[in-house]
């Protein structure tokens, strides 16, 4: 079966470091989503990505955050400048289309900034 | 705005035994509900959802989730539990305002005794 892939599943920087989350969704699915969990909390949502522009996204999401897909397969989120409450898991997802088709989630990428 | 709670954090259940994972949501419009299972070391796998069809949804594993309406209710259950199914279960919301935004309960971690 089909799966949203991440990398790295692990990556620590230093605070005010960029970092860029990879995710290459699904290939037949045109949404894509950003989400994260900080260690002990609900799992949030960051942004959703639709016809190359985001269609979504949180209060969470700031300047320090973007998103881009640069070519046909990948998804990148860039964080500009890591504070240490950045540390988190960030997953991935992809669907196939809008609501109500469900979403696919990668394994993570666990952040930690020091 | 749309919210969901998890009853109970942790639940440990003996092989065999029934496995009740309780979700309540809060939403203005009818919503979408979804269950997630997440395995160590993994991403979130859906599980089941219901998308205002019949109100008894059956999903991958034998587990099921039946949409109360009057108790707001979407409650996740197997009938007998096996050893694999130890996991973090995530009950999730969307709704038509949102997109095809998830709004996820706080899990719960579901431990199975020999």
């Known amino acids: 079966e089909p799966e949203v892939t991440q990398t790295p599943s692990h990556q620590v920087t230093q605070m005010g470091q960029e970092v860029i989350l990879r995710c290459v969704p699904i290939?037949?699915?045109?949404?894509f989503y950003w989400y994260r969990q900080i260690l002990g909390q609900k799992v949030e949502f960051l942004v959703s990505?639709?016809?190359?522009?985001?269609?979504?996204k949180s209060e969470i999401f700031d300047d320090q955050f973007s998103v881009e897909r640069p070519d046909g397969s990948n998804f990148t989120l860039k964080i500009r400048s890591t504070k240490l409450e950045d540390s988190a898991m960030y997953f991935c997802?992809?669907?196939?289309?809008?609501?109500?088709?469900?979403?696919?989630f990668g394994n993570g990428t666990r952040l930690t900034v020091t | 705005a749309q919210s969901v709670t998890q009853l109970g954090s942790h639940v440990s259940v003996s092989e065999g035994a029934l496995v009740l994972l309780r979700c309540n949501y809060s939403?203005?419009?009818?919503?979408?509900l979804f269950w997630y299972v997440q395995y160590p070391n993994q991403g979130l796998q859906l599980l089941l959802k219901?998308?205002?069809?019949?109100?008894l949804v059956k999903g991958i594993n034998g587990f099921e989730a039946e949409f109360k309406k009057s108790e707001t209710s979407f409650h996740l259950t197997k009938p007998s539990a096996h050893m694999s199914d130890a996991a973090e279960y995530f009950c999730?919301?969307?709704?038509?305002?949102?997109?095809?935004?998830?709004?996820f309960g706080g899990g719960t971690r579901v431990l199975v005794k020999p």
């Open positions: 997802a992809s669907s196939e289309r809008g609501r109500p088709s469900p979403l696919h």
């Open positions: 290939s037949n699915h045109l949404y």
């Open positions: 990505f639709y016809n190359n522009e985001i269609s979504e």
């Open positions: 939403s203005s419009v009818p919503p979408y």
């Open positions: 219901y998308t205002s069809a019949a109100t």
């Open positions: 999730a919301v969307s709704e038509e305002a949102a997109g095809n935004k998830l709004t």
